[in-house]
């Protein structure tokens, strides 16, 4: 069964760090590109950064550029996403997601990210 279980989400104040991981199981994670998304409460979800299956990264949404990078460890099927220096604009549930093709796109349950004084 595929599964997707991210953690590390929490409570933080403006300025904090976290880090999230996604560990996934059932699939072929290293040939997959891997994805974190977020979505705030009455916004639409929007994509964060993306890993590709051979290992380049990309932070893909400019208000977080120079504050998150992604990252994967193929050997832990773990992908992950080094958050600094948050701001309640952060405060949102937190996804990743696996894709290869178009139809063969899998999703965790998210984590939630509160960002707070």
């Known amino acids: 069964q595929v599964q997707l279980v991210e953690s590390g989400g929490g409570f933080v104040q403006p300025g904090g760090s976290l880090k999230l991981s996604c560990a996934a199981s059932g699939f072929a994670f290293s040939v997959y590109d891997m994805r974190w998304y977020r979505q705030a409460p009455g916004k639409e979800r929007e994509l964060v950064a993306t890993i590709f299956r051979f290992g380049v990264s990309r932070v893909d949404l400019d208000s977080v550029k120079g504050r998150f990078s992604i990252s994967r460890d193929n050997g832990k099927n773990t992908v992950y996403l080094q958050m600094n220096n948050l701001n309640s604009e952060d405060t949102a549930a937190y996804y990743c997601?696996?894709?290869?093709?178009?139809?063969?796109?899998?999703w965790g349950q998210g984590t939630q990210v509160t960002v707070s004084s």
């Open positions: 997601n696996a894709r290869r093709l178009t139809n063969e796109d899998y």
